[in-house]
């Protein structure tokens, strides 16, 4: 189980930190993706990183904005949004699979948290 937290109102130019903790054993073994979709849009990748935590991906798109880590000691990931913009607004997802690079797809998700950027 992926539980996301985070989210809330921001103003635009401020950064944020969004949360994912997984639940049961073996976080370690499990490559952590983070997507968005905004409303009348469709979903879209936003990040990943490996399961060894090595290697991140990051679409074009996101022109360096965004990092995406993972503490598994803590079982937790997460995704740093810095100079938020309202564009950024959106359902944030985490999602995991086990034992893959990060580039997708996933095979578990969380529930999602709102984000809304105010300019």
């Known amino acids: 189980q992926l539980v996301e937290s985070g989210g809330g109102l921001v103003q635009a130019g401020a950064s944020l930190r969004l949360s994912c903790v997984g639940s049961?054993?073996?976080?370690?073994?499990?490559?952590i993706g983070w997507y968005r979709q905004a409303p009348g849009k469709e979903r879209e990748f936003v990040a990943g990183?490996?399961?060894?935590?090595?290697?991140?991906y990051y679409p074009d798109s996101m022109n360096g904005r965004f990092t995406i880590s993972k503490d598994d000691a803590k079982g937790m990931a997460y995704l740093q949004i810095n100079h938020v913009k309202p564009e950024d607004t959106a359902i944030y997802y985490c999602?995991?699979?086990?034992?893959?690079?990060?580039?997708?797809?996933?095979?578990?998700w969380g529930q999602g948290t709102q984000v809304t950027v105010s300019s």
């Open positions: 999602a995991a699979a086990y034992l893959t690079t990060g580039a997708g797809p996933f095979d578990f």
């Open positions: 049961g054993d073996y976080f370690s073994s499990y490559a």
């Open positions: 990183i490996k399961w060894s935590g090595r290697d991140t």
